[in-house]
Protein backbone atom coordinates (compact mmCIF):
# COMPACT_ATOMS: atom_id res chain seq x y z
CA UNK A 1 0.00 0.00 0.00
CA UNK A 2 1.61 3.21 -0.80
CA UNK A 3 0.27 6.76 0.71
CA UNK A 4 0.99 10.25 -0.34
CA UNK A 5 1.24 13.55 1.90
CA UNK A 6 1.99 16.44 1.06
CA UNK A 7 2.70 19.61 3.41
CA UNK A 8 3.79 22.76 4.07
CA UNK A 9 6.44 22.67 6.72
CA UNK A 10 6.86 26.33 6.79
CA UNK A 11 6.20 29.45 4.25
CA UNK A 12 7.42 28.10 0.44
CA UNK A 13 9.13 24.87 1.87
CA UNK A 14 7.41 21.73 1.29
CA UNK A 15 7.49 17.83 1.78
CA UNK A 16 5.93 15.21 -0.49
CA UNK A 17 6.38 12.01 1.30
CA UNK A 18 5.60 8.33 -0.07
CA UNK A 19 5.07 6.25 2.38
CA UNK A 20 5.26 2.49 0.87
CA UNK A 21 7.43 -0.72 2.22
CA UNK A 22 7.93 -2.25 -1.88
CA UNK A 23 11.89 -1.28 -1.62
CA UNK A 24 14.39 -1.73 0.20
CA UNK A 25 16.11 1.60 -0.08
CA UNK A 26 14.79 5.03 1.53
CA UNK A 27 15.18 7.73 -1.23
CA UNK A 28 15.24 11.86 -0.03
CA UNK A 29 16.23 14.35 -2.01
CA UNK A 30 15.62 18.63 -1.66
CA UNK A 31 15.32 20.71 -4.72
CA UNK A 32 15.60 24.61 -4.88
CA UNK A 33 13.34 25.94 -7.49
CA UNK A 34 14.94 28.90 -9.42
CA UNK A 35 13.24 30.50 -12.62
CA UNK A 36 15.38 29.68 -15.68
CA UNK A 37 17.34 32.32 -17.02
CA UNK A 38 20.79 32.37 -19.29
CA UNK A 39 22.66 34.82 -16.30
CA UNK A 40 21.86 32.65 -13.81
CA UNK A 41 21.87 29.07 -15.20
CA UNK A 42 25.49 28.77 -14.74
CA UNK A 43 26.13 29.85 -11.45
CA UNK A 44 22.82 28.00 -9.71
CA UNK A 45 23.69 24.77 -11.81
CA UNK A 46 27.34 24.64 -10.08
CA UNK A 47 26.32 25.50 -7.40
CA UNK A 48 25.13 22.07 -5.36
CA UNK A 49 28.80 20.22 -6.95
CA UNK A 50 30.62 22.50 -4.65
CA UNK A 51 28.09 22.13 -1.87
CA UNK A 52 28.93 18.03 -2.34
CA UNK A 53 32.78 19.04 -2.21
CA UNK A 54 32.52 19.46 1.66
CA UNK A 55 30.93 20.87 4.44
CA UNK A 56 31.80 22.25 8.11
CA UNK A 57 31.94 18.88 9.53
CA UNK A 58 33.03 17.23 6.70
CA UNK A 59 35.22 19.51 4.98
CA UNK A 60 36.01 16.98 1.74
CA UNK A 61 34.73 14.00 -0.44
CA UNK A 62 36.52 11.50 1.62
CA UNK A 63 34.89 12.56 5.26
CA UNK A 64 31.40 12.44 3.56
CA UNK A 65 32.15 9.07 2.12
CA UNK A 66 32.75 8.05 5.89
CA UNK A 67 29.27 9.16 6.98
CA UNK A 68 27.44 7.60 3.81
CA UNK A 69 29.67 4.36 4.92
CA UNK A 70 27.58 4.26 8.05
CA UNK A 71 24.24 4.71 6.17
CA UNK A 72 25.18 1.07 5.05
CA UNK A 73 26.78 2.59 1.47
CA UNK A 74 24.31 5.21 0.87
CA UNK A 75 24.63 7.69 -2.02
CA UNK A 76 24.31 11.51 -2.29
CA UNK A 77 24.54 13.16 -5.59
CA UNK A 78 24.25 16.89 -7.03
CA UNK A 79 21.06 17.49 -9.36
CA UNK A 80 20.05 20.03 -11.67
CA UNK A 81 17.37 19.29 -13.68
CA UNK A 82 15.29 21.59 -16.04
CA UNK A 83 11.64 21.23 -16.15
CA UNK A 84 9.77 23.87 -18.01
CA UNK A 85 11.10 27.05 -17.49
CA UNK A 86 12.41 26.36 -13.61
CA UNK A 87 15.36 24.97 -13.02
CA UNK A 88 15.52 22.53 -10.16
CA UNK A 89 19.00 22.25 -8.20
CA UNK A 90 19.80 20.11 -5.32
CA UNK A 91 20.47 16.91 -4.15
CA UNK A 92 19.15 13.25 -4.16
CA UNK A 93 20.29 10.77 -2.33
CA UNK A 94 19.49 6.64 -1.02
CA UNK A 95 20.22 4.70 2.37
CA UNK A 96 19.21 1.13 3.03
CA UNK A 97 15.46 1.12 4.75
CA UNK A 98 15.73 0.60 8.30
CA UNK A 99 13.50 -2.55 8.19
CA UNK A 100 16.63 -4.25 6.05
CA UNK A 101 19.49 -2.97 8.97
CA UNK A 102 20.88 -5.32 10.98
CA UNK A 103 19.20 -3.81 14.21
CA UNK A 104 16.65 -1.59 13.28
CA UNK A 105 19.14 1.27 13.23
CA UNK A 106 17.53 4.93 12.90
CA UNK A 107 19.42 6.39 9.25
CA UNK A 108 16.32 8.84 8.21
CA UNK A 109 17.46 11.09 11.07
CA UNK A 110 21.32 10.93 10.09
CA UNK A 111 20.76 10.96 6.54
CA UNK A 112 18.64 13.96 6.65
CA UNK A 113 21.06 15.81 8.53
CA UNK A 114 23.71 14.88 6.17
CA UNK A 115 21.62 16.29 3.72
CA UNK A 116 21.00 20.06 5.37
CA UNK A 117 24.80 20.29 6.67
CA UNK A 118 25.43 19.82 2.40
CA UNK A 119 23.16 22.59 1.47
CA UNK A 120 23.29 24.85 4.64
CA UNK A 121 26.63 24.32 6.11
CA UNK A 122 29.48 24.54 3.53
CA UNK A 123 33.29 24.39 3.85
CA UNK A 124 34.75 27.92 3.57
CA UNK A 125 37.81 29.50 2.98
CA UNK A 126 38.14 33.37 3.61
CA UNK A 127 34.03 33.55 4.04
CA UNK A 128 33.42 32.23 0.52
CA UNK A 129 33.76 28.81 -1.36
CA UNK A 130 36.77 27.36 -1.43
CA UNK A 131 39.31 28.37 -4.49
CA UNK A 132 40.21 25.03 -4.84
CA UNK A 133 36.48 23.24 -5.05
CA UNK A 134 35.55 26.04 -6.99
CA UNK A 135 38.03 26.23 -9.71
CA UNK A 136 37.32 22.12 -10.04
CA UNK A 137 33.89 22.14 -10.32
CA UNK A 138 33.71 24.86 -12.79
CA UNK A 139 36.31 22.80 -15.04
CA UNK A 140 33.71 19.42 -14.37
CA UNK A 141 30.89 22.14 -15.48
CA UNK A 142 32.66 23.29 -18.67
CA UNK A 143 33.47 20.12 -19.15
CA UNK A 144 29.70 18.87 -18.97
CA UNK A 145 28.40 21.25 -20.87
CA UNK A 146 31.12 20.49 -23.84
CA UNK A 147 30.47 16.69 -23.61
CA UNK A 148 26.79 17.37 -24.85
CA UNK A 149 27.84 18.40 -27.98
CA UNK A 150 29.37 14.55 -28.38
CA UNK A 151 26.29 12.99 -28.31
CA UNK A 152 24.98 14.28 -31.56
CA UNK A 153 21.03 12.87 -31.21
CA UNK A 154 20.98 15.20 -27.84
CA UNK A 155 23.24 17.90 -29.34
CA UNK A 156 20.47 18.43 -32.40
CA UNK A 157 17.61 18.13 -30.19
CA UNK A 158 19.21 21.21 -27.68
CA UNK A 159 19.92 23.12 -30.77
CA UNK A 160 16.47 22.76 -32.34
CA UNK A 161 15.27 23.98 -29.03
CA UNK A 162 17.63 26.85 -28.69
CA UNK A 163 16.52 28.17 -32.05
CA UNK A 164 12.63 27.09 -31.73
CA UNK A 165 12.91 29.14 -28.09
CA UNK A 166 15.10 31.97 -28.30
CA UNK A 167 14.07 34.95 -26.34
CA UNK A 168 11.96 32.74 -24.32
CA UNK A 169 13.36 31.34 -21.04
CA UNK A 170 12.69 27.29 -22.37
CA UNK A 171 15.94 27.82 -24.63
CA UNK A 172 18.27 28.65 -22.07
CA UNK A 173 20.12 25.04 -21.22
CA UNK A 174 19.88 23.78 -17.53
CA UNK A 175 23.90 24.41 -17.35
CA UNK A 176 23.80 27.39 -19.48
CA UNK A 177 26.35 28.13 -21.89
CA UNK A 178 30.11 27.31 -22.13
CA UNK A 179 31.04 31.38 -22.38
CA UNK A 180 28.98 31.78 -18.86
CA UNK A 181 30.32 28.76 -17.53
CA UNK A 182 34.34 30.42 -17.91
CA UNK A 183 33.16 33.51 -16.86
CA UNK A 184 32.04 32.50 -13.00
CA UNK A 185 33.85 33.89 -9.89
CA UNK A 186 33.85 32.64 -6.86
CA UNK A 187 31.93 35.66 -5.66
CA UNK A 188 29.59 35.07 -8.11
CA UNK A 189 28.57 31.79 -7.22
CA UNK A 190 28.73 32.88 -3.56
CA UNK A 191 26.05 35.64 -4.29
CA UNK A 192 23.76 33.05 -6.50
CA UNK A 193 23.92 30.37 -3.97
CA UNK A 194 22.83 32.86 -0.89
CA UNK A 195 20.06 33.92 -3.24
CA UNK A 196 18.46 30.31 -3.97
CA UNK A 197 18.94 30.15 0.15
CA UNK A 198 16.68 32.79 0.85
CA UNK A 199 14.46 33.50 -2.20
CA UNK A 200 13.85 29.48 -3.96
CA UNK A 201 10.66 27.60 -3.59
CA UNK A 202 12.57 24.03 -1.36
CA UNK A 203 11.18 20.82 -2.18
CA UNK A 204 11.60 18.37 0.00
CA UNK A 205 10.87 14.44 -1.07
CA UNK A 206 11.07 11.42 1.07
CA UNK A 207 10.20 7.73 -0.54
CA UNK A 208 10.46 4.72 2.45
CA UNK A 209 8.57 2.73 4.99
CA UNK A 210 8.83 5.36 7.74
CA UNK A 211 6.33 7.10 8.89
CA UNK A 212 4.84 10.58 8.13
CA UNK A 213 5.52 12.30 11.69
CA UNK A 214 8.98 10.80 11.81
CA UNK A 215 9.71 12.06 8.27
CA UNK A 216 8.28 15.54 8.58
CA UNK A 217 10.69 15.82 12.12
CA UNK A 218 13.79 14.65 10.80
CA UNK A 219 13.77 17.10 7.31
CA UNK A 220 12.60 19.70 9.97
CA UNK A 221 15.71 19.66 12.14
CA UNK A 222 18.11 18.94 9.54
CA UNK A 223 17.28 21.87 7.80
CA UNK A 224 16.34 24.19 10.72
CA UNK A 225 19.34 26.54 9.59
CA UNK A 226 17.41 27.34 6.30
CA UNK A 227 16.82 30.89 6.05
CA UNK A 228 13.46 32.09 7.55
CA UNK A 229 13.70 35.97 6.03
CA UNK A 230 12.44 36.90 2.80
CA UNK A 231 9.50 35.29 0.88
CA UNK A 232 9.88 32.20 -1.15
CA UNK A 233 7.78 31.85 -4.24
CA UNK A 234 7.73 29.22 -7.12
CA UNK A 235 8.71 30.16 -10.27
CA UNK A 236 6.49 30.28 -13.28
CA UNK A 237 7.01 26.46 -14.37
CA UNK A 238 4.25 26.16 -17.40
CA UNK A 239 4.49 29.00 -19.99
CA UNK A 240 3.16 28.10 -23.35
CA UNK A 241 5.03 28.72 -25.98
CA UNK A 242 3.98 31.30 -28.58
CA UNK A 243 2.01 31.03 -31.23
CA UNK A 244 1.86 29.62 -34.98
CA UNK A 245 4.81 31.12 -37.66
CA UNK A 246 3.13 31.39 -41.00
CA UNK A 247 6.34 29.49 -42.36
CA UNK A 248 8.69 27.54 -39.54
CA UNK A 249 12.14 28.64 -39.90
CA UNK A 250 15.09 26.38 -40.85
CA UNK A 251 18.35 26.10 -39.43
CA UNK A 252 21.12 24.41 -40.79
CA UNK A 253 24.42 23.46 -39.20
CA UNK A 254 27.75 21.37 -40.64
CA UNK A 255 30.13 19.37 -38.69
CA UNK A 256 32.30 16.40 -39.22
CA UNK A 257 29.50 14.05 -39.31
CA UNK A 258 28.74 11.13 -40.83
CA UNK A 259 25.30 10.79 -39.81
CA UNK A 260 22.89 13.66 -40.54
CA UNK A 261 20.32 14.87 -37.43
CA UNK A 262 16.88 16.08 -38.72
CA UNK A 263 15.09 17.53 -35.73
CA UNK A 264 11.96 19.33 -35.97
CA UNK A 265 10.03 21.21 -33.24
CA UNK A 266 6.43 21.76 -33.23
CA UNK A 267 4.15 24.26 -31.25
CA UNK A 268 0.66 22.68 -29.24
CA UNK A 269 -1.00 25.34 -29.49
CA UNK A 270 -1.03 26.28 -25.61
CA UNK A 271 -1.59 22.79 -24.80
CA UNK A 272 -0.07 21.78 -21.44
CA UNK A 273 -0.26 19.65 -18.69
CA UNK A 274 -2.66 21.76 -17.00
CA UNK A 275 -4.86 21.65 -19.91
CA UNK A 276 -8.01 19.31 -20.35
CA UNK A 277 -6.75 18.29 -23.20
CA UNK A 278 -3.10 17.06 -21.96
CA UNK A 279 -4.39 13.27 -21.81
CA UNK A 280 -5.64 13.25 -25.47
CA UNK A 281 -1.99 15.21 -26.35
CA UNK A 282 -0.22 12.47 -24.47
CA UNK A 283 -2.01 9.42 -26.55
CA UNK A 284 -1.27 11.78 -30.00
CA UNK A 285 2.10 11.96 -29.03
CA UNK A 286 2.14 7.86 -28.27
CA UNK A 287 0.28 7.50 -31.65
CA UNK A 288 2.66 9.53 -33.82
CA UNK A 289 6.16 9.13 -32.58
CA UNK A 290 5.94 8.11 -28.91
CA UNK A 291 6.34 4.74 -29.61
CA UNK A 292 7.74 1.41 -31.46
CA UNK A 293 4.15 1.29 -32.67
CA UNK A 294 4.08 4.93 -33.87
CA UNK A 295 3.50 6.08 -36.80
CA UNK A 296 6.88 7.64 -37.76
CA UNK A 297 9.25 4.55 -36.14
CA UNK A 298 6.71 2.01 -38.18
CA UNK A 299 6.21 4.33 -41.53
CA UNK A 300 9.43 6.40 -41.98
CA UNK A 301 11.93 3.97 -40.11
CA UNK A 302 10.90 0.33 -41.19
CA UNK A 303 8.33 0.64 -43.97
CA UNK A 304 10.42 3.79 -46.08
CA UNK A 305 13.22 2.98 -44.48
CA UNK A 306 14.46 7.04 -44.28
CA UNK A 307 15.85 7.18 -40.77
CA UNK A 308 18.23 5.04 -38.58
CA UNK A 309 15.59 6.38 -35.88
CA UNK A 310 12.74 8.51 -35.63
CA UNK A 311 10.49 8.92 -32.31
CA UNK A 312 8.88 11.96 -31.09
CA UNK A 313 8.52 13.52 -27.17
CA UNK A 314 6.63 15.82 -25.25
CA UNK A 315 7.51 18.81 -23.29
CA UNK A 316 4.40 19.15 -21.29
CA UNK A 317 5.52 21.81 -19.46
CA UNK A 318 6.14 24.44 -22.20
CA UNK A 319 3.50 23.23 -24.90
CA UNK A 320 5.79 21.91 -27.91
CA UNK A 321 6.70 18.43 -29.20
CA UNK A 322 10.15 17.81 -30.38
CA UNK A 323 10.57 14.87 -33.15
CA UNK A 324 14.33 13.62 -33.25
CA UNK A 325 15.67 11.63 -36.20
CA UNK A 326 18.95 10.46 -37.82
CA UNK A 327 19.00 10.38 -41.78
CA UNK A 328 21.62 10.03 -44.52
CA UNK A 329 22.76 13.75 -45.85
CA UNK A 330 20.74 13.33 -48.97
CA UNK A 331 17.37 11.97 -47.65
CA UNK A 332 16.42 15.15 -45.71
CA UNK A 333 13.67 16.27 -48.10
CA UNK A 334 12.04 12.94 -48.41
CA UNK A 335 12.69 12.43 -44.44
CA UNK A 336 10.84 15.99 -43.86
CA UNK A 337 7.87 15.47 -46.32
CA UNK A 338 7.48 11.91 -44.57
CA UNK A 339 7.48 13.19 -41.12
CA UNK A 340 4.73 15.95 -41.91
CA UNK A 341 2.80 13.38 -44.11
CA UNK A 342 2.84 11.22 -41.09
CA UNK A 343 1.19 13.84 -38.68
CA UNK A 344 -1.56 14.87 -41.37
CA UNK A 345 -2.25 11.30 -41.38
CA UNK A 346 -3.35 11.25 -37.28
CA UNK A 347 -5.28 14.89 -38.10
CA UNK A 348 -7.17 13.21 -40.87
CA UNK A 349 -8.17 9.96 -38.69
CA UNK A 350 -6.15 7.91 -40.15
CA UNK A 351 -5.37 5.56 -37.07
CA UNK A 352 -5.92 2.01 -36.79
CA UNK A 353 -7.73 0.83 -33.31
CA UNK A 354 -5.04 -0.99 -32.58
CA UNK A 355 -2.66 1.42 -32.97
CA UNK A 356 -4.55 3.79 -30.72
CA UNK A 357 -4.82 1.05 -27.88
CA UNK A 358 -1.69 0.54 -28.23
CA UNK A 359 -0.25 4.12 -27.61
CA UNK A 360 -2.38 3.84 -24.55
CA UNK A 361 -1.13 0.48 -23.07
CA UNK A 362 2.14 2.13 -23.68
CA UNK A 363 1.09 5.32 -21.80
CA UNK A 364 -0.34 3.41 -18.59
CA UNK A 365 2.63 0.83 -18.49
CA UNK A 366 5.25 4.02 -18.50
CA UNK A 367 3.32 5.48 -15.33
CA UNK A 368 2.67 2.29 -13.97
CA UNK A 369 6.58 1.42 -14.26
CA UNK A 370 7.55 4.78 -12.59
CA UNK A 371 5.56 3.94 -9.69
CA UNK A 372 8.11 1.02 -9.54
CA UNK A 373 10.75 2.80 -9.51
CA UNK A 374 11.87 5.34 -6.56
CA UNK A 375 14.09 7.97 -9.06
CA UNK A 376 10.77 7.63 -11.72
CA UNK A 377 8.65 8.48 -8.25
CA UNK A 378 11.12 11.28 -7.29
CA UNK A 379 10.76 12.71 -10.43
CA UNK A 380 7.10 12.41 -10.86
CA UNK A 381 6.22 13.80 -7.94
CA UNK A 382 8.59 16.72 -8.71
CA UNK A 383 7.28 17.22 -11.88
CA UNK A 384 3.86 17.74 -9.68
CA UNK A 385 5.71 19.93 -7.15
CA UNK A 386 6.86 22.35 -10.13
CA UNK A 387 3.48 22.55 -12.06
CA UNK A 388 1.29 23.08 -8.47
CA UNK A 389 0.08 19.73 -9.10
CA UNK A 390 -1.36 16.42 -6.84
CA UNK A 391 -2.75 14.32 -9.68
CA UNK A 392 -1.46 10.57 -9.32
CA UNK A 393 -0.33 8.64 -11.69
CA UNK A 394 -3.31 6.53 -11.10
CA UNK A 395 -5.53 9.39 -11.49
CA UNK A 396 -3.83 10.33 -14.81
CA UNK A 397 -3.63 6.50 -16.35
CA UNK A 398 -7.89 6.58 -15.66
CA UNK A 399 -7.86 9.76 -17.44
CA UNK A 400 -5.32 8.63 -20.35
CA UNK A 401 -7.37 5.31 -21.01
CA UNK A 402 -10.92 7.66 -22.07
CA UNK A 403 -9.21 9.32 -25.16
CA UNK A 404 -11.11 8.61 -27.51
CA UNK A 405 -9.59 8.79 -31.74
CA UNK A 406 -11.57 11.79 -31.76
CA UNK A 407 -9.68 13.61 -29.08
CA UNK A 408 -6.43 12.66 -30.37
CA UNK A 409 -7.38 14.19 -33.71
CA UNK A 410 -8.88 17.41 -32.40
CA UNK A 411 -5.30 18.15 -30.45
CA UNK A 412 -3.71 16.45 -33.91
CA UNK A 413 -5.08 19.49 -36.11
CA UNK A 414 -4.19 22.20 -33.69
CA UNK A 415 -0.27 20.87 -33.29
CA UNK A 416 2.01 22.74 -35.67
CA UNK A 417 5.50 22.87 -37.15
CA UNK A 418 7.65 26.03 -35.91
CA UNK A 419 11.34 25.01 -36.55
CA UNK A 420 13.64 22.67 -38.26
CA UNK A 421 17.02 21.82 -37.81
CA UNK A 422 19.18 19.73 -39.71
CA UNK A 423 22.78 18.68 -38.86
CA UNK A 424 24.43 17.72 -42.19
CA UNK A 425 28.14 16.85 -42.61
CA UNK A 426 31.09 18.89 -43.84
CA UNK A 427 31.40 20.33 -47.69
CA UNK A 428 34.46 18.40 -49.56
Known amino acids: MTHVTRKELRPGVFLTAVQTKKFKSALFSVTLLAPLNEAQASSNALVPYILRRGTREHPNLES ?18 KKGETQCIGFAGSFLDEGYTLENEPLLESAARLMGDLLLH ?25 AQMNEKRQYSVQQLVRHMCRGEAYGVDKYGTEASARALTPEGVWSAYHTLLNTAQVELYYCGSAEFDRVEKAFLDGFADLPKKGERSAPACVVPSKGKQAEPQVVEEAMDVTQGKLAMGFRTDGITVLSREYPALLVFNAVYGGTTTS ?30 SGIEFDKYQQAREEIMAQLEAVSEGAVEEWELVGAI ?5 ALTAAQDSQGGLEDYWLGQAVTGQTETPAALCDRVEKVTLEDVVSVSKRVSLDTIYFLKGQED
Open 64 to 81: ISAVLDELYGGTLEPMVR
Open 361 to 365: RSIVS
Open 295 to 324: KLFMNVREKLSLCYFASSMLEKSKGIMLVS
Open 122 to 146: PFTTEGGFSPDYFRGERDNLVSRIR
